[in-house]
Nanobody, 128 residues
Framework: QVQLVESGGGLVQAGGSLRLSCVASGRTFSGYCMGWFRQAPGKEREFVGAILWSGGVTYFPDSVKGRFTISRDNAKNMMYLQMNSLKPEDTAVYYC?????????????????????WGQGTQVTVSS
């Protein structure tokens, strides 16, 4: 049974940093795309970045590019989201997710519907 568990959320002032962690278990994630999404109250779930478990290629949307980074520790089955220069608009519940290889191969997935497994989420609140 696949499980993803996030941790590291909390309250931070604007301009500050947080590092979220996601521990993955239940299968081998080789070939998977591991992503981070967020959802603020009243808004749709938003893609904030992803990493290919094999190879470590990352991708970020413009909204967080240059501020957020993703890394992983394959030996520990851990993924991290480092968030710097946080803004109040970054306030949301953050989710980690896992997408199996696509029919076209191992690629970065940006759509939530392409992810099969999700964590329970961790709250990030950025005060102004």
């Amino acid at each position: 049974q696949v499980q993803l568990v996030e941790s590291g959320g909390g309250l931070v002032q604007a301009g500050g940093s947080l590092r979220l962690s996601c521990v993955a278990s239940g299968r081998t994630f080789s070939g998977y795309c591991m992503g981070w999404f967020r959802q603020a109250p009243g808004k749709e779930r938003e893609f904030v970045g992803a990493i290919l478990w094999s190879g470590g290629v990352t991708y970020f949307p413009d909204s967080v590019k240059g501020r957020f980074t993703i890394s992983r520790d394959n030996a520990k089955n851990m993924m991290y989201l480092q968030m710097n220069s946080l803004k109040p608009e970054d306030t949301a519940v953050y989710y980690c997710a896992a997408a199996p290889p696509a029919s076209s191969g191992v690629v970065i997935q940006t759509r939530s519907e392409d992810y099969d497994f999700w964590g329970q989420g961790t709250q990030v609140t950025v005060s102004s």
